[in-house]
């Protein structure tokens, strides 16, 4: 039951945050906004916002102009619910609110990077926060994780440098950050996950498109790789 519980909270989030991150980005920010359909513009009842269940029951329709809707809204749903069901694996010894505002701010990096492949400051200097709290209470050797971090930098600073525009400067600030709570011998592994399960995905693009489209959002990726060394 706790669960499902989790998954439900985990929903609620990912459909607020994937919504908020779009206004952050493109500065439309207005607290007293209400949610409309993408196609008539209609604005929605309760009824039509809750996470996965009412998009189910519309047959993924608008209930309005009976225009379909669009597949990301459920996709993140559902991915937000389970992502908050892992984090709760990853972080059982923290309290609930941690776990909730580590899924709000990593949710909120993620999809930001996803509409506009941009993450705000802010939500850096917050991750920053909440992974010095990780390090203070896993207790992690801090010189140790000090010098990883700042390897981390110079290394992703000198690639950048040689390779111009080959990563993005909030990608290389969040490896250096999330490195001060990564144990040492386990920071290779993070690499590896988060390069290879990017470079499936974009490879799955390339063959299901069948060109390239551009630059690859790697928040979602970092994250991944980042709970599975966790989970560890």
């Given at each position: 039951m706790i669960y499902i519980i989790q998954f439900i909270i985990?929903?609620?989030?990912?459909?607020?945050t994937y919504c908020f991150a779009f206004d952050?980005?493109?500065?439309?920010?207005?607290?007293?906004?209400?949610?409309?359909?993408?196609?008539?513009?209609?604005?929605?009842?309760?009824?039509?916002?809750?996470?996965?269940?009412?998009?189910?029951?519309?047959?993924?329709?608008?209930?309005y102009c009976q225009k379909p809707t669009t597949s990301y809204y459920i996709i993140?749903?559902?991915?937000?619910?389970?992502?908050?069901?892992?984090?709760?694996?990853?972080?059982?010894?923290?309290?609930?609110?941690?776990?909730?505002?580590?899924?709000?701010v990593s949710l909120l990096m993620i999809y930001c990077d996803i509409h506009a492949m941009m993450v705000p400051d802010l939500l850096q200097f917050i991750l920053l926060c909440l992974v010095l709290y990780i390090v203070y209470v896993s207790e992690l050797e801090f010189d140790m994780q000090l010098l990883l971090?700042?390897?981390?930098?110079?290394?992703?600073?000198?690639?950048?440098?040689?390779?111009?525009?080959?990563?993005?400067?909030?990608?290389?600030?969040?490896?250096?950050?999330?490195?001060?709570?990564?144990?040492?011998?386990?920071?290779?592994?993070?690499l590896f996950i988060t390069s290879t399960t990017a470079l499936c995905y974009f490879l799955l693009r390339y063959l299901?498109?069948?060109?390239?489209?551009?630059?690859?959002?790697?928040f979602p990726f970092i994250f991944f790789g980042l709970y599975c060394i966790l989970s560890i």
């Open positions: 985990g929903s609620c989030l990912g459909s607020f952050w980005v493109h500065q439309q920010i207005r607290l007293t906004r209400r949610s409309t359909c993408d196609h008539c513009s209609t604005t929605l009842k309760a009824i039509d916002l809750v996470p996965i269940f009412s998009q189910v029951l519309s047959r993924f329709k608008c209930r993140v749903e559902i991915i937000s619910g389970l992502l908050f069901v892992w984090s709760s694996f990853v972080f059982n010894e923290y309290h609930f609110y941690f776990i909730l505002i580590f899924n709000l971090s700042s390897v981390t930098f110079v290394s992703f600073f000198i690639f950048n440098t040689l390779r111009p525009a080959s990563i993005g400067g909030a990608d290389i600030k969040v490896f250096t950050i999330l490195s001060l709570c990564i144990p040492v011998s386990l920071f290779p592994m993070f299901f498109s069948f060109k390239f489209t551009g630059a690859l959002p790697f």
